[in-house]
């Protein structure tokens, strides 16, 4: 078995989502994973049990496997947890800020850029005519 110190890195504290990252990871492993804070442990597979740890940005917690391949277990569940979950977190978070930009962009029309060069040569012949000159090509 082994065991390591890590500190949580969530802005948001260990919810759904970065549970079910987690616990997704976690079947990638043969060994064992249990996550500790204080007297509270959860099986790293369980969404309920990781949420019931209630753990918040910067806790320490303690992580423990036991099996075959413990030491990659600990090395990549204990970086994500440290490191990737508040990436994450924040990829997500500039994923829904550009769908509100881009949901308030839509209520504008704003037409491609074909249609502009179109409008401008109609506004540049409609000024030329207006001056007295009726066709370029000449």
Known sequence: MIEKAII?????????RPASILVAESKK?????????????????????????EAKDGDKLTIKAEGSDEDKAIKVMS????????????????????KEINDELTDYNV?????????????????????????LSE
């Open 79 to 98: 970086d994500l947890i440290e490191n990737k979950l508040a990436l994450i977190n924040y990829k997500q978070y500039k994923k829904k800020v550009a």
């Open 29 to 53: 492993f043969d060994s064992e994973i249990k996550l500790f804070k204080e007297n509270k442990e959860a099986n790293i597979s369980s969404i309920l049990g990781l949420i019931c740890l």
């Open 8 to 16: 949580f890195r969530n802005k948001k504290g260990l919810h759904a």
């Open 111 to 135: 037409p491609n850029p074909s249609e502009v060069i179109s409008m401008i040569g109609k506004g540049v012949r409609k000024a030329m005519r207006s001056i007295g000159i009726e066709d």
